[in-house]
């Protein structure tokens, strides 16, 4: 109802992927969130016409032990409104569940895609995640570095590869091409997928993907540095009075009772017991607040107006908690501080992307917004006439995947529109050349 598809709940779990820890990845915040349902307990609720099923998965795609052969229970869901069925050719658009349950991913651009080009669509989550677990529970699935070895994205994008082709043949519709879709992390797998897998998957739209988000590829602090604009473009007092409190809040905390002060300033739920954990908390709600500042809610100037618009005399903590306040996490009667602990492990491994793209990929459409912080790590320079980069300046993260509305700036609509032109493009190739190879028309 409503949801945009860039919210979704901050979980401790998002930094199992997203860790600054091992080898790879920089980035240190969640890559999704969705705030709109923190509430909630109704997550498993699906829209009208989806309907959700179980599909005997494979545990391990890349062994031929015994064990390999154990299997877990991956969920998808499917709604056929829109399919013109197989015997059209019609397209399978398929969502590529990331780091959250599949069930909070449903809705967005990709069902204005299945409407458009008689669709057929596929969410399939991500396996340690939501109902999709191995070994039978959360918990015995994150037991140990046993469980956990079968938690990396190139199982899971093997899961995906067989889930689509296992689909299409129950369907008869093994003529039908497939179109992969993700956002963020689940960009990133859609690009893959395609990369990987692409007699399976025709082409992908992956949108805010930082797929270049690696060691020397682009700078460490690159999404730092976009979430510092975003700020600073918004407001230079805004920046400074932020810049500046770090050493204010270490200074208050370091005192006598500081931290209960603190506690007070801040409007804390539970006593401060370290002021490094409300500077981590703070931090999320700058980096957030960037990553979302999209329209209409523009996290950024909401909680930048929150702080230059203190009343006179307001001190830099008092400032800033009202930055807090104003913020995605404000609003209750009083604030949570999370504790953000860090992860170490992460499955993530890729290298030299940019010469794999420019070799082997094509029909692939990276689309980010420059306000994203991850957009450093985006693809935003068109590598091939068919691995195509389409960004706007305005927009933030995951944006074009939302819902559309009747208040959409026209930024946002032509960068949609421009990505349906390309996404049509592909099918019509496909169709092509499928009729000349059975000899027969298809589509119409
Ligand atoms: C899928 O399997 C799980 C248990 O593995 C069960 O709880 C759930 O009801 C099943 N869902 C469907 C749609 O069959
Ligand atoms: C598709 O074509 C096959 C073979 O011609 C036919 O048996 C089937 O009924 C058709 N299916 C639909 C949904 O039209
Ligand atoms: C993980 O836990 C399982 C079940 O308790 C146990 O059999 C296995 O040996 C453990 N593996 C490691 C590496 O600790
Ligand atoms: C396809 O059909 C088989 C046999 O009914 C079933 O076991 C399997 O789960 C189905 N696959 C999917 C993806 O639904
Ligand atoms: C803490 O609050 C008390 C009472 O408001 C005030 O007197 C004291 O100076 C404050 N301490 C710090 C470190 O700000
Ligand atoms: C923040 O919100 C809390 C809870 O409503 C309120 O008590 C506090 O005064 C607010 N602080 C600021 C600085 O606006
Ligand atoms: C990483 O793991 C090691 C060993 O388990 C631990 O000592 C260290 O604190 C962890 N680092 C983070 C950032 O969690």
Same mark, same amino acid.
């Given at each position: 109802?409503?949801?945009?598809?860039?919210?979704?709940?901050?979980?401790?779990?998002?930094?199992?992927?997203?860790?600054?820890?091992?080898?790879?990845?920089? =980035?240190?915040?969640?890559?999704?969130?969705?705030?709109?349902?923190?509430?909630?307990?109704?997550?498993?609720?699906?829209?009208?016409?989806?309907?959700?099923?179980?599909?005997?998965?494979?545990?391990?795609?890349?062994?031929?032990?015994?064990?390999?052969?154990?299997?877990?229970?991956?969920?998808?869901?499917?709604?056929?409104?829109?399919?013109?069925?197989?015997?059209?050719?019609?397209?399978?658009?398929?969502?590529?569940?990331?780091?959250?349950?599949?069930?909070?991913?449903?809705?967005?651009?990709?069902?204005?895609?299945?409407?458009?080009?008689?669709?057929?669509?596929?969410?399939?989550?991500?396996?340690? /995640?939501?109902?999709?677990?191995?070994?039978?529970?959360?918990?015995?699935? /994150?037991?140990?570095?046993?469980?956990?070895?079968?938690?990396?994205?190139? &199982?899971?994008?093997?899961?995906?590869?067989?889930?689509?082709?296992?689909?299409?043949?129950?369907?008869?519709?093994?003529?039908?091409?497939?179109?992969?879709?993700?956002?963020?992390?689940?960009?990133?797998?859609?690009?893959?997928?395609?990369?990987?897998?692409?007699?399976?998957?025709?082409?992908?739209?992956?949108?805010?993907?930082?797929?270049?988000?690696?060691?020397?590829?682009?700078?460490?602090?690159?999404?730092?540095?976009?979430?510092?604009?975003?700020?600073?473009?918004?407001?230079?007092?805004? /920046?400074?009075?932020?810049?500046?409190?770090?050493?204010?809040?270490?200074?208050?905390?370091?005192?006598?009772?500081?931290?209960?002060?603190?506690?007070?300033?801040?409007?804390?739920?539970?006593?401060?017991?370290?002021?490094?954990?409300?500077?981590? &908390?703070?931090?999320?709600?700058?980096?957030?607040?960037?990553?979302?500042?999209?329209?209409?809610?523009?996290?950024?100037?909401?909680?930048?107006?929150?702080?230059?618009?203190?009343?006179?005399?307001?001190?830099?903590?008092?400032?800033?908690?009202?930055?807090?306040?104003?913020?995605?996490?404000?609003?209750?009667?009083?604030?949570?501080?999370?504790?953000?602990?860090?992860?170490?492990?992460?499955?993530?491994?890729? &290298?030299?992307?940019?010469?794999?793209?420019?070799?082997?990929?094509?029909?692939?459409?990276?689309?980010?917004?420059?306000?994203?912080?991850?957009?450093?790590?985006?693809?935003?320079?068109?590598?091939?006439?068919?691995?195509?980069?389409?960004?706007?300046?305005?927009? =933030?993260?995951?944006?074009?995947?939302?819902?559309?509305?009747?208040?959409?700036?026209?930024?946002?609509?032509?960068?949609?529109?421009?990505?349906?032109?390309?996404?049509?493009?592909?099918? =019509?190739?496909?169709?092509?050349?499928?009729?000349?190879?059975?000899?027969?028309?298809?589509?119409?």
């Amino acid at each position: 109802m409503g949801l945009r598809f860039s919210f979704q709940v901050l979980l401790p779990i998002f930094l199992l992927l997203v860790t600054a820890a091992t080898t790879c990845v920089s =980035a240190t915040y969640p890559m999704s969130m969705r705030f709109d349902r923190m509430e909630t307990d109704s997550l498993g609720d699906l829209p009208p016409d989806f309907v959700a099923y179980n599909y005997t998965q494979t545990l391990d795609h890349f062994n031929y032990k015994p064990e390999s052969y154990a299997t877990f229970q991956q969920k998808y869901v499917m709604n056929f409104k829109y399919w013109g069925g197989p015997n059209t050719s019609s397209p399978i658009f398929v969502h590529a569940g990331a780091e959250v349950p599949v069930t909070w991913g449903i809705g967005g651009f990709i069902v204005d895609l299945a409407s458009q080009f008689n669709g057929l669509l596929l969410f399939i989550e991500h396996r340690y /995640y939501g109902d999709s677990m191995p070994f039978g529970s959360e918990e015995e699935a /994150y037991q140990n570095a046993s469980t956990l070895g079968y938690f990396s994205s190139t &199982q899971a994008l093997a899961d995906y590869a067989q889930l689509i082709t296992d689909v299409k043949k129950n369907l008869s519709a093994e003529n039908c091409p497939v179109i992969a879709v993700g956002g963020s992390y689940g960009g990133m797998l859609a690009s893959w997928l395609r990369l990987k897998y692409p007699h399976i998957v025709i082409g992908a739209l992956a949108s805010s993907a930082p797929i270049l988000y690696f060691d020397d590829i682009t700078p460490q602090n690159g999404y730092h540095v976009v979430v510092t604009k975003d700020f600073r473009e918004y407001s230079e007092s805004c /920046y400074n009075t932020i810049k500046e409190s770090w050493n204010e809040i270490d200074r208050v905390g370091a005192q006598t009772n500081g931290l209960v002060n603190l506690s007070s300033i801040f409007s804390t739920c539970s006593p401060l017991d370290s002021s490094h954990k409300l500077k981590r &908390q703070l931090a999320v709600v700058y980096v957030v607040s960037a990553q979302y500042d999209n329209p209409p809610e523009n996290w950024v100037s909401k909680v930048c107006s929150a702080i230059d618009g203190a009343p006179q005399g307001t001190d830099i903590l008092g400032r800033v908690a009202a930055g807090l306040n104003a913020s995605v996490f404000g609003g209750g009667p009083c604030n949570h501080i999370s504790d953000f602990g860090l992860n170490n492990k992460s499955g993530w491994h890729w &290298q030299d992307i940019k010469t794999v793209l420019k070799k082997f990929a094509s029909n692939i459409i990276f689309s980010n917004g420059l306000r994203d912080p991850y957009s450093a790590g985006g693809v935003l320079q068109d590598i091939s006439d068919s691995v195509v980069a389409i960004y706007t300046n305005e927009g =933030a993260h995951g944006l074009d995947l939302g819902d559309s509305s009747p208040s959409d700036p026209d930024w946002l609509v032509a960068q949609k529109e421009k990505e349906i032109k390309i996404i049509q493009l592909w099918i =019509a190739e496909y169709n092509a050349r499928l009729s000349t190879k059975t000899g027969n028309r298809v589509g119409s």
